[in-house]
């Protein structure tokens, strides 16, 4: 069981990061508007915002433990030809796992 802060981050998390920066006001307002709208309470967009950004913070830490598997899947000296997200070496499966392309 996990708050709705963070459930509504894990539902952003592999979006761009520009989009999450640009809208995340508007995702929250959205949510919020819903959720009450369907019978929910009324959330405070404040408390539901913090609450997202601690989410998003627990998350970069779990993408600091992914590093090591990272290392396995793309040697380290392969890391300075890569380019952007999108080179091959990263942004497909590697070895059946996302691990890659969703820490990027």
Not at 27 to 50: C, H
Not at 71 to 80: I, Y
Request: one cysteine or more; charged letters at 25%; aromatic letters at 8%.
């Amino acid at each position: 069981s996990s708050s709705l802060p963070h459930r509504l981050w894990w539902g952003l998390n592999c979006a761009e990061f520009d989009q999450i920066k640009e809208n995340l006001s508007e995702y929250i307002d959205s949510f919020i508007a819903l959720y009450t709208e369907f019978g929910g309470p009324r959330l405070d967009k404040s408390v539901m915002r913090t609450a997202i950004i601690i989410t998003a913070l627990e998350n970069t830490m779990f993408m600091v433990r992914a590093v090591p598997d990272c290392l396995e899947q793309c040697p380290e000296e392969e890391w300075s030809t890569i380019r952007d997200r999108h080179d091959p070496r990263v942004s497909s499966d590697v070895g059946g796992k996302s691990t890659l392309r969703t820490t990027l």
